[in-house]
């Protein structure tokens, strides 16, 4: 079983972000802000898209930009979910 930090690199990996020290602790930040009420939701959102764009447009050329990016955007769903636990995340 994955610990919260595997699971993490697991998930930056798949989406193509190298899992360093930077991305997790971009994310750990982005999750204190928001907790701490700093950023709203639509922020972090925005926040999201820009990473979501920047690393969809580096998709293998064996998947389309739609099924690419659906699979980035599942798994920002897991890194930075922007829903209470078990709701489901804003359709995009």
């Known amino acids: 079983m994955q610990n919260d930090s595997e699971r993490v690199r697991a998930d930056l990996d798949a989406i193509g972000m190298r899992a360093s020290g930077t991305a997790v602790?971009?994310?750990?930040?982005?999750?204190?802000?928001?907790?701490?009420?700093?950023?709203?939701?639509?922020?972090?959102?925005?926040?999201?898209?820009?990473?979501?764009?920047?690393?969809?447009?580096?998709?293998?050329?064996s998947q389309t930009q739609a099924?690419?990016?659906?699979?980035v955007r599942e798994r920002m769903d897991h890194l930075l979910p922007l829903t209470p636990e078990g709701e489901a995340p804003v359709a995009h």
Request: proline share 2%; aromatic share 2%; charged share 35%.
């Open 25 to 61: 602790g971009l994310l750990q930040l982005l999750k204190e802000l928001l907790d701490a009420g700093v950023l709203g939701h639509d922020s972090v959102e925005r926040i999201r898209e820009a990473i979501i764009a920047d690393v969809a447009g580096q998709r293998p050329r």
């Open 67 to 71: 099924e690419f990016e659906k699979r």
